[in-house]
């Protein structure tokens, strides 16, 4: 067993040439995708290290394979097909967005149907339902490794897969325009005070979900105060400032939501396409007692912890 990038690499493309070879229309043609495709998120782990795909345990015995040094005596084991995505989202948040993981998924999930059940999933799963989102997927994990869709597929699968992803975007795009538009119009057609009315309450709803982890932007639509949520990716940078410890985070944001219009906008390409996409930081300041959990002993109040010590020396002695 192999877990290098190269090998995993040209196992990838071997399988997508086989995928390739399939009609469109033939369940096989998924299938070979579906696998070609969790082999290319491997290979995009490995990249950073081939440690990276073996399963943690105690003894480190699958750990110790990955860096040359595993016992003859105990087989490799990997990662499974969920834990490799989630970690190309984690370490390649920027390029591997939410939107790739969930396609990614998909297709994994239908991959399993069809070798672990009765169920002809890839022959109910119709290649438009699933084909931009595998191509999106490729281009991104292609990327993170300083390679090309050309180079992974070939300049005729490259060329056909660019095309569909320009269609997709350019759907999407018109699609977002339409209800930036829509929802602007319906916004200024209201009373001058009723747009200022939502206006405040929407700055003043921004202001209070900030502190929930929010992020404020100007609404495309009515131009209010909106936010936009996001996950975490890549290291948190903690510095010390005046008895604080503020921790920043990047964040790639995935949704967006303005109560003053109601326009609402969901997965990377359709805030991309409304120019709120784009990782932003997020700062968050904890006082040392929260961050690193110690106790101030001058407001500690012991009683809960007596309680449930008391509640638990009596449990202990009525089961006896």
Known sequence: MSWEREPLWAKARLFFERAFNESRDDPAFGLWCSLGLELLARAALASVSP??????????????????????????????????????????????????????????????????????????????????????????????????????????????????????????????KSAVAAYARVFGEKPEADRKAAADLAEKRANELAYQRHHRVVCPACKCIATVQGKAFGKEHTTHQEGLIKVRQAVHPTSFSCSACSLKLTGCTELNVAELGGPYTRTTEYTPEEYYGLINPDDFDPTPYIEEYLRNQHEEYDNE
Not at 87 to 92: A, G, I, K, S, W
Not at 102 to 126: I, S, V
Not at 159 to 172: K, R, S
């Open 51 to 176: 440690t990276l795909l073996a399963q943690p345990d105690n003894a480190h015995s699958y750990l110790l394979h990955a860096l040359g040094r595993g016992s003859d005596r105990v087989s490799r084991r990997s990662i499974s097909s969920a834990q490799v995505f989630a970690l190309c989202r984690q370490l390649f948040g920027a390029d591997f967005t939410e939107d790739d993981f969930k396609a990614a998924m998909a297709l994994a999930n239908r991959r399993n149907d069809e070798l672990h059940t009765g169920a002809a999933a890839f022959y109910q799963y119709r290649p438009a339902e699933w084909l931009p989102g595998f191509y999106r997927v490729s281009r991104a994990l292609a990327v993170v490794m300083g390679e090309s869709l050309e180079g992974l597929f070939g300049d005729e699968e490259a060329a056909i897969a660019q095309e569909t992803l320009a269609e997709d975007e350019n759907d999407t795009r018109q699609r977002v």
